[in-house]
C-alpha cells in the first residue's frame, strides 16, 4: 500500500494532514488576521480621533545669533571658541 511509505518515521497520510493543516492556517493568517486588523484599527481611530492625524513640516524660524546666555553668575556661550 502506498501509504505506509515512511519519511521522517511518519507515513504519507501524517505528512498530508500536517501540510493541509499548514496551508489551512496559513490562509487564515493572511487572510483573516489582515481583515480583523483592519476593522479593528478602524473602530480604534473612529473612537480616538487624534490616532487620524498626521504629522507636518514645522514652521520654520530664524536662528539666534545671540552670543551667550547670562545664567546666574557665569555666562553661557553659544559660540565655538574655534570659529
Do not use: H
Not at 9 to 24: C, D, E, K, N
Not at 61 to 76: E, K, Q, S, Y
Amino acid at each position: 500500500m502506498a501509504t505506509n511509505k515512511t519519511w521522517l518515521g511518519r507515513s504519507r497520510t501524517f505528512w498530508t494532514i500536517i501540510a493541509t493543516i499548514v496551508i489551512l492556517l496559513a490562509g487564515a493568517d493572511l487572510f483573516g488576521l489582515q481583515t480583523i486588523s483592519y476593522f479593528q484599527f478602524n473602530r480604534q481611530a473612529k473612537r480616538s480621533p487624534i490616532i487620524n492625524f498626521t504629522p507636518r513640516e514645522p514652521k520654520t524660524t530664524a536662528a539666534n545669533d545671540a552670543d551667550g546666555l547670562r545664567i546666574f553668575p557665569f555666562r553661557v556661550c553659544l559660540r565655538s571658541s574655534l570659529d
